[in-house]
């Protein structure tokens, strides 16, 4: 294991430090389409027990498209739906690249499912599994569709750490993901940071990754909010690219995120 093997030891801090399924964990909508996620989807930090349903719609613009520690677009629209219901969800996420001048990535679609439940006051779990399409082969990156598992817990508290596992049955790849986040409010208007680590071994392939995000998000009202981010991501996979001569280990980005619910 070479140098960011020690983004496994990230993850497990981020489950001490305590707290709810962050912008990593796949139990809900992509919170923040930036980020790594794993999955990404961000759970409600609320407890499951409600039993109306909740639709929650994401609709976002991004400089670079970063999964795992792998650069798989550069400026893509990105967007999904969530429907919910006493602990059950299920959405759509598509992942639309805009500049693709020499059809080198993939149109992605993810469909997912799963269940979170209380497992304390404090301390949630969710389980789920995500089917990911995507379009013909590309010249780069290109990907085959696939099925994964996942599972995880979380932590109630300021600093809202999770720790989550997936196992991807057409690569035969184990990933481990912790990640953290915090939120300053400041009237309408949030200072969310956040932190995401992980390490994936797969058929043929193993690295760590790691992921900062800054995001000042304004909230029109209790349904609606507009979210303007920076995003740093380092991996031992060389995966992020100047233009498509230079591979590098990491790379900056931002993006600009709209969310609504009911």
């Given at each position: 294991m070479r140098g960011l093997t020690g983004a496994a030891a990230i993850a497990a801090l981020a489950l001490l430090a305590g707290s709810t399924p962050?912008?990593?964990a796949p139990g809900g909508l992509r919170a923040d389409a930036g980020t790594s996620?794993?999955?990404?989807?961000?759970?409600?930090?609320?407890?499951?027990?409600?039993?109306?349903?909740?639709?929650?719609?994401?609709?976002?613009?991004?400089?670079?498209?970063?999964?795992?520690?792998?650069?798989?677009?550069?400026h893509s629209a990105q967007g999904g739906l969530e429907v919910s219901t006493g602990g059950f969800y299920a959405g759509a996420w598509a992942i639309l690249p805009t500049e693709d001048r020499f059809d080198a990535f993939q149109t992605e679609?993810?469909?997912?499912?799963?269940?979170?439940?209380?497992?304390?006051?404090?301390?949630?779990?969710?389980?789920?599994?995500?089917g990911y399409l995507y379009n013909g082969p590309q010249l780069l990156f290109a990907s085959r569709d696939s099925v994964e598992v996942y599972g995880g817990l979380s932590l109630s508290g300021p600093f809202k750490p999770s720790l989550y596992g997936f196992y991807d049955f057409r690569?035969?790849?184990?990933?481990?993901?912790?990640?953290?986040?915090?939120?300053?409010?400041?009237?309408?208007?949030?200072?969310?940071?956040?932190?995401?680590?992980?390490?994936?071994?797969?058929?043929?392939?193993s690295y760590g990754y790691f992921q900062a995000d800054e995001e000042i998000v304004y909230h029109f009202n209790r349904q609606a909010s507009l979210g303007v981010g920076g995003h740093w991501a380092i991996s031992e996979n060389r995966r992020f690219l100047r233009g498509l001569t230079a591979s590098q280990n990491n790379s900056t980005w931002y993006g600009i995120t709209l969310k609504a619910r009911n």
């Open positions: 962050a912008r990593a996620q794993s999955q990404g989807y961000g759970a409600d930090t609320k407890a499951f027990g409600y039993r109306a349903f909740k639709v929650k719609a994401t609709a976002s613009f991004q400089s670079e498209y970063v999964f795992r520690g792998e650069q798989r677009a550069k679609i993810d469909l997912y499912g799963g269940y979170g439940f209380d497992l304390t006051d404090a301390l949630y779990a969710d389980i789920g599994v995500t690569a035969r790849a184990v990933t481990v993901e912790g990640a953290l986040e915090y939120s300053l409010p400041l009237g309408h208007t949030d200072l969310v940071s956040s932190a995401t680590g992980g390490y994936t071994d797969g058929r043929g392939f």
